[in-house]
């Protein structure tokens, strides 16, 4: 309990106990729980999601509970996000791209990358919102005998936010299980990379790999492997680019693979939902 409350604080704005414990020393069993605070930011968002629908248009939901977010997770990934595209599209080798990355000021492609990032997640969960399609998963099942009134479009939407903050905090363990810290002096990117290994990766692949499975049949299952590939490339261009991961990478990879999870819901719509 210990790792997953301190996997919290560190994830989350949430003042969670005082101290550093199962910080760095231990953070080697600490990484397993990033995909299960993902989960918990889900529910909470989901749970958010069905109260100010009762108040507000979806149009407007939809830009709260992206405010939400950013307030729950202190706009710690958007951050490392605006600096990774600063570094990687504004340095012309290795140690340029990390220089950018390290200057606390944002740049031209940091603020272009941060309007795109959050105008996309917008337009897919506006898009998903309309999807007002059904399927018959395991959990599809058991939602029609709790509730009658629950429309399939906010369940997709719910689903979605459930879905997207695991998937954003399983990108982060698998870029620093798959790969080396950049740089040479310390940092936060260089503790949770020198403690995630290849076995942490494929042990926390099995907690997306489930959820995708409860909620969208056989059909999510190779959604998932879908949302891998493109995960696993962008990992693979980043170690091109600066040879390894920084902090601020680990919290770019969890902001493109929640992007992959919500434009794969709708690339696949007509797999996912019938």
């Known amino acids: 309990m210990n790792n997953l409350l301190w996997a919290l604080k560190f994830l989350t704005i949430i003042p969670i106990g005082r101290g550093d414990k199962g910080a760095r020393n231990g953070f080697r069993p600490v990484v397993c729980w990033f995909p299960v605070v993902g989960l918990c930011i889900g529910v909470f968002l989901s749970l958010f999601f069905v109260l100010f629908s009762l108040f507000f248009p979806l149009h407007m939901v939809h830009a709260l509970i992206i405010l939400i977010y950013i307030i729950i997770t202190g706009a710690f990934h958007l951050d490392g996000f605006a600096d990774t595209c600063d570094g990687i599209w504004g340095g012309w080798n290795k140690e340029k791209r990390l220089e950018i990355m390290r200057d ?16 996309l997640k917008y337009m897919s969960l506006m898009s998903i919102g309309e999807m007002h399609t059904s399927h018959h998963s395991f959990f599809y099942i058991c939602a029609e005998y709790i509730s009658c009134s629950f429309s399939p479009a906010r369940m997709n939407v719910c689903i979605a936010l459930i879905v997207m903050p695991v998937v954003g905090r399983w990108g982060q363990v698998c870029a620093a299980g798959l790969s080396a810290y950049a740089r040479s002096e310390p940092g936060t990117g260089r503790f949770i990379s020198d403690a995630t290994t290849v076995k942490h990766v494929i042990f926390i692949s099995l907690i997306p790999l489930f959820l995708y499975w409860f909620f969208y049949n056989l059909a999510g299952i190779m959604l998932f492997a879908i949302i891998s590939i493109f995960s696993l490339i962008w990992i693979w261009y980043i170690k091109k680019k ?33």
């Open 242 to 274: 600066i040879g390894g991961m920084t902090g601020d990478t680990l919290g770019a990879t969890n902001e493109v693979s929640e992007l992959l999870s919500l434009l794969s819901l709708l690339a696949f719509n007509n797999t996912l939902y019938y």
């Open 104 to 119: 606390s000021r944002i740049g031209s492609f940091g603020v272009i990358g941060l309007i795109c990032l959050l105008g």
